[in-house]
């Protein structure tokens, strides 16, 4: 029996950006966040402190994004074999 990229289930899909800590980015929080919502209307803060924020997504395709100093990670969960979203 063969086992085929097809006959698989993809549950998650993760991209994360890593680079130097980015004190700017941090300090402008507020006016990246109010882009990214009015890009995405259904994200919804989810958590956040001084070093990490946290937006999910409940919508049609559930996906939650995470920011830190150094780090912007998205994560889709059950996403479509091909992650046309």
Do not use: C, Y
């Amino acid at each position: 029996m063969k086992l085929r990229f097809d006959d698989l289930r993809l549950f998650q899909a993760t991209f994360e950006i890593k680079f130097e800590h980015a004190w700017l980015l941090w300090d402008r929080s507020g006016s990246l966040w109010s882009a990214v919502v009015r890009k995405v209307p259904d994200l919804e803060m989810q958590h956040a402190e001084p070093n990490r924020v946290v937006f999910a997504s409940t919508g049609e395709q559930e996906s939650q994004m995470t920011a830190e100093p150094g780090r912007l990670s998205v994560v889709s969960f059950n996403p479509d074999k091909k992650l046309q979203q």
